[in-house]
Nanobody, 128 residues
Framework: DVQLQASGGGSVHTGGSLNLACAAS????????IAWIRQAPGTEREVISC????????YNAESVKGRFTISSDNAKNTVYLQMNSLAPEDTAVYYC?????????????????????WGQGTQVTVSS
C-alpha cells in the first residue's frame, strides 16, 4: 500500500520557520512527483510546491516563492518543505500528495484533485 506520512507542523509567530517532512512508502519514488498542498478553513486546496522524484523539476506557487523551499532525499524517500518568513495567511492544514511523474504538466500538478495518494495532513498555525 502507498503511504504518505506528513510531519513537522506546529504553531509559530509571524516570521518564524517550520520544516515539514513527507515520508513515502509503497511506491517507486522516481516514478512520482510529490507535492505539498494546503487548505485553510473555507478555502480551496492550493498546490504550493511540487518536486519530481528525481528532483530535476520543481513547481512553486507565487504565494510561497522566495519563502518556501521544497527538496527531496531519495535515499530516504522523503520530501521536505522548509518554510521561512511565515505569515498568518500561511495558516492551514498541509498535506503531501503524490502523482505519477508521467502526469507532469503545469495544469495537472497544480490541480489538487489530480493527485492519487494523500497523507494525513499536518496543521500549521501562524499567529501575529
Amino acid at each position: 500500500d502507498v503511504q504518505l506520512q506528513a510531519s513537522g507542523g506546529g504553531s509559530v509567530h509571524t516570521g518564524g520557520s517550520l520544516n515539514l517532512a513527507c515520508a513515502a512508502s509503497g511506491l517507486t519514488f522516481d516514478d512520482y512527483a510529490i507535492a505539498w498542498i494546503r487548505q485553510a478553513p473555507g478555502t480551496e486546496r492550493e498546490v504550493i510546491s511540487c518536486i519530481s522524484g528525481s528532483s530535476r523539476t520543481q513547481y512553486n506557487a507565487e504565494s510561497v516563492k522566495g519563502r518556501f523551499t521544497i527538496s527531496s532525499d531519495n535515499a530516504k524517500n522523503t520530501v521536505y518543505l522548509q518554510m521561512n518568513s511565515l505569515a498568518p495567511e500561511d495558516t492551514a492544514v498541509y498535506y503531501c500528495a503524490a502523482i505519477s511523474i508521467n502526469a507532469w504538466h503545469i495544469a495537472t500538478i497544480t490541480t489538487a484533485r489530480k493527485y492519487n495518494y494523500w497523507g494525513q495532513g499536518t496543521q500549521v498555525t501562524v499567529s501575529s
